[in-house]
């Protein structure tokens, strides 16, 4: 079962270090990342948020704060935003969890 959340590292945090690499390098970057707009970017950054909120909530379900039902409510909505952000590298983990809840479970 995922113990922790993954450290996603929202684009708003990436602005810092995109400043210095400009003013220390003048290297500016062009990746998808870097070139969304804000609004883009903003939104991108609520949906990490709540997937990084979502996996400390599926965590609970191992030391029994949340049931079998709630957990796999957790990973299907944590598998919905990481379609719309793109964030497949989680994936075999989730369904890894979500078999784990569901032979654990008979609801």
Do not use: N
Not at 15 to 41: E, I, K, M, N, W
């Amino acid at each position: 079962m995922t113990k922790r959340a993954p450290d996603f590292l929202t684009r708003s945090l990436i602005h810092f270090p995109r400043a210095y690499l400009s003013q220390q390098y003048g290297f500016h970057c062009t990746c998808d990342v870097c070139s969304l707009p804000d609004d883009l970017s903003k939104a991108s950054d609520r949906r990490l948020a709540e997937i990084s909120r979502l996996y400390g909530e599926l965590a609970t379900w191992s030391r029994g704060k949340i049931t079998g039902a709630e957990a796999l409510t957790l990973i299907r909505k944590i598998w919905r935003l990481e379609d719309e952000e793109g964030y497949w590298s989680e994936r075999g983990q989730l369904a890894a969890d979500a078999a784990l809840v569901a032979a654990s479970h008979s609801e």
